[in-house]
């Protein structure tokens, strides 16, 4: 399979794939809603189509049925008052004055040897209780026979005769073939319909779904000025869109304070904190290396530097997790950055006399900011050769799969219980046996806050004994031209 | 050296001048951005040292008024905001180097004096040296009293830019951002380690060390 370059934006462009977008469709709740209520309205539609078939066509029959039965009950009554040759006068005066020749009768005797009647033998076909019977009639046109039903009612008078009084149903049929195929394409035609309007309802609203997660996910890769759009027609989709724009301005009004917090602490706080620096530093300077105060200058020095550092890493971290910052995001190959990183640790993994291996493919690709990249691996890398005992394994590993590139940072160190996998990333978190090791506590805060900004994952895994690191980024296409570097460097 | 600070802070602006004048330097100040860029536009500096924030004018439209007009005077920038696309735009408008206050005044004077070098040193060498060692940029070959020695890239990189910058104080972030090529904040303390094993094959088997640390600053190769 082809996997397309990806960027930030192309999530969004991956979406105009039609197979993804009906399969989109598809699993949509309001596509399933419409369905179901195709169903119903269906299965609604069949009952009342049922109903219509039954008062028409079923009304035919039993007009027919009882014509029959009329007509029968006559006859016999004929037979009980003129006896047989009466009956047969009757039923001869009946077939003849039978205009449409759709009436049927015939007398028989109890061997069904035809007596009276306007068929010349018994039809085939078994009676039911009430004597009623379904059966062929083979009519003789000019020149072809032709076969049509009939239905007629078997009546057995005193005497062991036989009366069969029917009705050529052809006329019947084909009428209540027509209604049937009228229903059932009635029944098809509601079903497409329905489902058709289902398709375009859930599409619809879909779209509009569309839009809000569209936005969301902007808003999530750092672009908290987007709002969802709003057709001005006061739906409730547009009520939903009012409510989430109104929410999203307040936590933008929200998120520019905390910025402008950290703005003016930047300038205000670091202003006096460069000057109390410098102060020392020409103190320091007065007074020279060799007098008493001069060392306690330099510590005081350090001591301000270590102030400096973590309230730096802060200001960094909190200007990193408000986001919006991607004006250095470009196209980055991690296997040169890992391998740097690498080259950077190994002689202080040597010192430990720690073994620090990489294993990479020849590039991979991503979108991101190279500085804070590097600065987030080399934490990982710097906490691992801190935490692994001397002698120790540091495997750095780099795998580039189709969608994602995992950088793994693997040791044999103490590791980390599970328990504390979220506790570690918190700001200032030391765990029990690293108090004693320098650090601020802040590296993992500011290794989570480069991942969210990255849309990275990061996972820690027991790697028995010690601890795997996993960072997952989206894969990018390699650059058709190589990047040119945002900042240039003095050689 | 001339060197003209515009910063809005006048305390800081005080020490800085005081620091630099006991550095060897004379300082013109000017406190807001109008003033600034007069005095840059008319003076006649070796070195600007332009704070981002400003009244009057901000630090980068003074930075690019002057690159509009042709001035190349080499510009340092401070500033209170210390993010990479702050200094991307601050180096896209046309600024040599980036400081983020707070910052010992040790890195400043190390990139001032990076910055004046620079300036000076146009003309491409094909050889660098200092006392009895030499580099050949184009064999790529190491030599110490005629000795060979055999370097890593990196370690050839590390001692091309010491040896470039021959008695000056080199600061660890200067070397992480010139010779690796990040902008990064270790969190412990990887270069001396670099240091000290460039040391190793540089200084140990020889009677008189070239490469020294200033305490509290950084690095200085030097003869002796």
Redo the contacts between chains.
């Keep these: 399979m082809i996997s397309p370059p990806i960027t930030p934006t192309d999530a969004g462009r991956r979406r105009h794939d039609p197979w993804a977008r009906t399969a989109k469709v598809l699993k949509s709740s309001s596509f399933r809603i419409t369905l179901f209520y195709m169903l119903m309205l269906s299965a609604s539609v069949a009952v009342l189509l049922g109903f219509i078939y039954w008062s028409t066509a079923g009304f035919m029959d039993r007009q027919t049925d009882a014509t029959i039965g009329a007509e029968i009950q006559g006859l016999a009554e004929q037979y009980r008052q003129r006896g047989l040759p009466g009956l047969s006068t009757v039923i001869r005066e009946r077939f003849a004055q039978d205009p449409t020749g759709a009436a049927v009768y015939l007398l028989a005797d109890q061997t069904f040897t035809p007596l009276v009647g306007n068929l010349d033998r018994w039809p085939a076909g078994l009676p039911d209780a009430n004597g009623w019977m379904h059966f062929r009639l083979r009519e003789r046109g000019p020149d072809h026979a032709e076969e049509h039903a009939a239905r007629g009612q078997v009546f057995r008078l005193h005497g062991d005769l036989l009366l069969l009084v029917g009705r050529d149903v052809r006329d019947l049929e084909r009428t209540r073939h027509l209604i049937l195929d009228a229903l059932t394409w009635g029944l098809a035609m509601t079903a497409a319909l329905a489902l058709l309007g289902g398709w375009i309802v859930s599409h619809r609203v879909l779209r509009r779904l569309e839009a809000i997660n569209q936005t969301s996910r902007e808003i999530m890769e750092g672009d908290l000025s987007r709002r969802i759009p709003m057709r001005g027609s006061g739906d409730d989709f547009d009520q939903l869109a009012a409510g989430l724009n109104t929410m999203l301005a307040r936590i933008e009004s929200l998120m520019a304070g905390v910025r402008q917090v950290s703005d003016n602490i930047a300038h205000d706080l670091r202003t006096p904190l460069t000057r109390l620096r410098t102060k020392l530093e020409l103190l320091r300077a007065e007074l020279g290396e060799d007098h008493p105060a001069g060392a306690a200058a330099q510590e005081t020095i350090a001591d301000a530097e270590e102030l400096l550092t973590t309230f730096n890493a802060l200001l960094r971290i909190a200007r990193i997790e408000s986001g919006g910052r991607r004006a250095a995001f470009a196209s980055v190959d991690l296997v040169p950055l890992l391998a740097d990183l690498a080259e950077l640790y190994e002689p202080v993994a040597a010192e430990r006399g720690q073994q620090l291996d990489l294993q990479a493919p020849a590039s991979a690709w991503v979108i991101g900011d190279r500085d804070l990249l590097f600065q987030a691996l080399g934490n990982l890398v710097d906490n691992a050769v801190k935490y692994t005992p001397e002698g120790g394994r540091v495997a750095l590993a780099l795998r580039d799969t189709e969608h994602t590139v995992i950088i793994e940072v693997a040791d044999n160190g103490p590791g980390i219980p599970a328990s504390l996998h979220t506790e570690v990333f918190r700001r200032f978190y030391r765990a029990d046996h690293s108090r004693s090791t320098p650090g601020s506590g802040l590296g993992l805060s500011l290794v989570q806050a480069v991942i969210q900004l990255h849309s990275a994952t990061i996972e820690l895994q027991p790697n028995g004994p010690g601890l795997r690191v996993l960072v997952r980024l989206e894969r990018a296409a390699a650059p058709e031209t190589l990047p040119e570097r945002p900042l240039p460097a003095e050689r | 050296m001339r060197v003209l600070l515009i910063e809005d802070?006048r305390?800081?602006a005080e020490?800085?001048r005081?620091?630099l004048g006991?550095a060897g330097a004379v300082t013109d100040h000017a406190a807001d951005g109008r003033e600034g860029l007069l005095m840059a536009a008319s003076g006649d500096y070796d070195a600007l040292i332009l704070d981002r924030?400003l009244p009057g004018l901000d630090g980068l439209a003074i930075l690019r008024t002057l690159r509009a007009s042709g001035n190349q005077t080499p510009v340092l920038i401070l500033s209170?905001?210390?993010?990479?696309?702050d200094?991307?735009?601050g180096?896209r408008a046309g600024g040599d180097d980036y400081l983020?206050?707070?910052?010992?005044?040790?890195e400043l004077h190390a990139r001032l004096e990076?910055l004046l070098r620079?300036g000076a040193v146009d003309a491409p060498e094909t050889r660098l040296r200092v006392a009895d060692l030499e580099m050949d940029l184009l064999k790529r070959e190491v030599t110490r009293a005629g000795r060979p020695i055999a370097l890593q890239p990196?370690e050839f990189r590390l001692l091309?830019y010491l040896l470039r910058h021959t008695g000056q104080v080199v600061t660890r972030t200067m070397l992480l951002?010139?010779v690796?090529?990040?902008?990064?904040?270790?969190?412990?303390n990887?270069i001396d380690?670099?240091i000290s094993?460039l040391r190793g094959k540089i200084d140990r088997e020889f009677d008189t060390p070239l490469l020294h640390t200033v305490?509290?600053a950084g690095y200085m190769l030097r003869a002796p």
Excluded: N
């Design positions: 802070d305390q800081v020490y800085l005081k620091a006991e924030m209170a905001l210390g993010e990479v696309d200094r991307v735009d180096l983020v206050k707070p910052f010992a005044f040790s990076a620079r990196r091309e951002e010139q690796w090529d990040y902008h990064f904040d270790p969190q412990t990887i380690v670099h094993r305490r509290g």
